[in-house]
């Protein structure tokens, strides 16, 4: 299983950012995939989920209307685009495989990306 991120990086309070996780040695249409986010001193929390069809999506309280998750099963991409980013965003964003296809738990996620940072900072 990898699951190889991209995307991510400073911008303005305001500004917008999408991330990329391309996934590989698995039927990446089977799986929920989710992006979770920590900052430091924090621990990691969900930010968003979604189910291997699409039809189910869990987004934390605090980004909803802001980010969205989107998959790309031909492509075996999942993706973040995050608008509206506030300095409370800034964290290291990390891709994850579900080990079903529609429990979007935060338990039922591993097979971690290497993480990708996120700053926003005027």
């Known amino acids: 299983v990898q699951v190889v991120q991209s995307g991510g990086g400073w911008v303005q309070p305001g500004g917008s950012l999408r991330l990329s996780c391309a996934a590989a040695?698995?039927?990446?249409?089977?799986?929920?995939m989710a992006w979770f986010r920590q900052a430091p001193g924090k621990d990691r929390e969900l930010a968003a989920a979604?189910?291997?069809?699409?039809?189910?999506?869990y987004y934390l309280d605090s980004v909803k209307g802001r980010f969205t998750i989107v998959r790309e099963n031909p492509k075996s991409t999942v993706y973040l685009q995050m608008h509206d980013l506030k300095p409370e965003d800034t964290a290291t964003y990390y891709c994850?495989?579900?080990?079903?296809?529609?429990?979007?738990?935060?338990?039922?996620?591993?097979?971690w990306g290497q993480g990708t940072q996120v700053t926003v900072s005027p």
């Open positions: 994850a495989k579900g080990k079903s296809g529609n429990n979007l738990a935060p338990g039922n996620f591993g097979s």
């Open positions: 040695g698995f039927t990446f249409s089977n799986y929920a």
């Open positions: 979604i189910s291997w069809s699409g039809a189910i999506i």
